[in-house]
Structures are given as structure tokens and as C-alpha cells.
């Protein structure tokens, strides 16, 4: 199980305002919360919580506590992957509890 930070900070798109952003997510909620806690950002900013996009929009100085914390380096196409798979889980769980009944 891990956390992971992307790279949207070295893009335009990361850019807001003055700060450089970039995604926090996890494996699991829980992971995600924990590191949350560690390095200062309230559960409230969490984004999308719930669901596969599940994430924190984090600025660069937090990206870089996480990283001494254990956060994972990954790109973005890395965590596009990473959404993607947890929604293909998501879907295939709820699908089961959706079974016929004879």
C-alpha cells in the first residue's frame, strides 16, 4: 500500500496563483488521511472523497514533506493509471452486488 504525489507542479496546469499544485493520492483512504495528518492538510480539502479521483490538491512545499514522509514520486499519466484501475475495482465490486437471484 502506498501514497503517491504526481508532477502537475512542473506543468501549467499546476499553477494556482502564487502556488504550485499538485494530486496526493493513496491506495487507500485511509493511507491518504494519515499522510493528510502528517504533513498538515485538513481531511476537509479532500477532493472527490469516495470515489476513484479520490485525491488532495497539495502545494509544493507540502508535496515535498510528503515525499520525506514516503510519499511515491509519480507522474501524472502514472496517476491517470492509478484512478483508472481503482475505477475498474469500483465498477467490477459493485457490479457483483448487483447479481441475479433464482
Same mark, same amino acid.
Given at each position: 500500500?502506498? =501514497?503517491?504525489?504526481?508532477n502537475?507542479h512542473q506543468?501549467?496546469?499546476?499553477r494556482?496563483g *502564487?502556488y504550485?499544485?499538485c494530486?496526493?493520492?493513496?491506495?487507500?483512504?485511509?493511507?491518504l488521511?494519515? !499522510?493528510?495528518?502528517?504533513?498538515? !492538510?485538513?481531511h476537509?480539502?479532500i477532493?472527490?472523497?469516495?470515489t *476513484?479521483?479520490?485525491h488532495?490538491?497539495? *502545494?509544493?512545499?507540502?508535496?515535498? !514533506?510528503? =515525499?520525506?514522509?514516503g510519499a511515491i514520486?509519480?507522474?501524472?499519466?502514472?496517476a491517470?493509471?492509478i484512478?483508472?484501475?481503482?475505477?475498474? =475495482? !469500483?465498477e467490477?465490486v @459493485?457490479? @457483483?452486488?448487483?447479481?441475479?437471484?433464482?
Amino acid at each position: 500500500m502506498a =501514497v503517491y504525489v504526481d508532477n502537475m507542479h512542473q506543468t501549467e496546469m499546476g499553477r494556482f496563483g *502564487p502556488y504550485l499544485m499538485c494530486h496526493m493520492l493513496a491506495d487507500t483512504t485511509e493511507e491518504l488521511l494519515a !499522510m493528510a495528518d502528517r504533513i498538515g !492538510m485538513d481531511h476537509k480539502w479532500i477532493q472527490k472523497a469516495g470515489t *476513484p479521483h479520490e485525491h488532495f490538491d497539495v *502545494p509544493s512545499h507540502r508535496r515535498r !514533506m510528503a =515525499v520525506l514522509y514516503g510519499a511515491i514520486e509519480i507522474s501524472m499519466i502514472e496517476a491517470g493509471r492509478i484512478v483508472s484501475a481503482r475505477r475498474k =475495482v !469500483m465498477e467490477r465490486v @459493485q457490479g @457483483q452486488g448487483r447479481g441475479r437471484t433464482a
